[in-house]
């Protein structure tokens, strides 16, 4: 676990409030990048103003295990929040912010970072980045920019390891770093992966978020014979309209989308297997007819199957 070798601490206009219990902690890792780590029980809804600080671009990334936070700059109209399971990356330029905290508890892990400290200090990295990143962080007016996407197992898993960091000292600083930078990896790269577009923000309840995630399982459970929609929807007591909406907003594509990726990922795997056939492999991931399945896995991989077989052997 992460030692208390840092002391608990609990800064600015949260300072203030004692509608909860808990602690947040800071490690500054390296000049411009910090790592926050809250553990809070919010007895009821509260809610906290920040003030406008200098102009500087900051970016903060969050992984949020529990809870429920929504935000929005003083001037803007439009309310973000970020759920359990979700990651989100915001990008300030000085603005106010007014922060919501739900009546529950709250896990987050936040990296607040500054754009040199990560190689974002000059043009030609700024140019790598998705295109929705870049026009935020490079416009001249100072809207602050905000989007949100599902955790990645992987995203978890590290997030899990950093909590429970074996080190002290040097070497958990160390190791808290190279997690923070492990976890920043893992973000762009999802953004990257879906072409930087942004998510729309999300107005599911803490339970519609369970429910989907629970949809999820019970798909990924029957992969050879899946539900319909409506059956699938009626499992987890939410209708087909919301089951659509909510599985977009979490996990950033379609029901089915989901089910195929998942599908040709289960086939990449199953094809290194000694014994593996075409046709055993399709049947195994829900394909009846191997060559639709041969057709699938070409349109995804620009390969066919039988050529990936003998490729990774």
Not at 245 to 265: I, S
Request: proline share 5%; net charge positive.
């Amino acid at each position: 676990m992460l030692s208390n070798h840092v002391a608990p601490l609990i800064e600015g206009p949260l300072a203030a409030l004692r509608q909860y219990d808990g602690s947040s902690q800071r490690w500054p890792l390296r000049p411009g990048l910090s790592l926050i780590v809250q553990t809070l029980n919010f007895r009821e809804k509260a809610v906290i103003t920040k003030g406008c600080s200098n102009d500087t671009t900051t970016l903060g990334m969050s992984f949020c295990l529990e809870g429920q936070v929504q935000r929005r700059s003083v001037h803007a109209e439009q309310t973000v929040q970020l759920l359990p399971r979700q990651a989100s990356l915001g990008i300030s330029k000085g603005q106010g912010q007014v922060i919501e905290y739900a009546a529950k508890p709250l896990r987050l892990v936040h990296l607040h970072i500054q754009p040199d400290a990560i190689g974002l200090g000059n043009q030609e990295s700024i140019e790598q980045l998705p295109d929705s990143l870049k026009v935020a962080m490079t416009q001249c007016d100072q809207t602050d920019y905000f989007q949100s996407h599902s955790m990645s197992a992987v995203m978890n898993s590290t997030v899990q390891q950093l909590l429970n960091c074996p080190y002290r000292g040097l070497s958990q600083r160390l190791y808290l770093e190279s997690k923070a930078i492990e976890l920043m990896s893992l973000y762009f790269d999802q953004i990257s992966a879906s072409n930087g577009s942004q998510q729309p923000s999300s107005d599911l309840k803490a339970d519609e978020v369970d429910r989907i995630f629970n949809a999820r399982d019970i798909l990924l459970a029957q992969v050879a014979n899946p539900p319909t929609l409506l059956d699938l929807a009626h499992q987890i007591g939410l209708n087909d309209r919301k089951l659509k909406q909510g599985f977009r907003q979490v996990f950033g594509t379609t029901v089915f989308g989901y089910l195929h990726r998942y599908r040709m990922q289960q086939a990449q795997r199953l094809l290194l297997m000694p014994s593996a056939t075409i046709a055993s492999v399709a049947q195994t991931i829900g394909y009846r007819n191997p060559e639709a399945f041969s057709v699938a896995f070409r349109r995804t991989f620009e390969i066919g199957p039988k050529a990936y077989q003998m490729q990774q052997r």
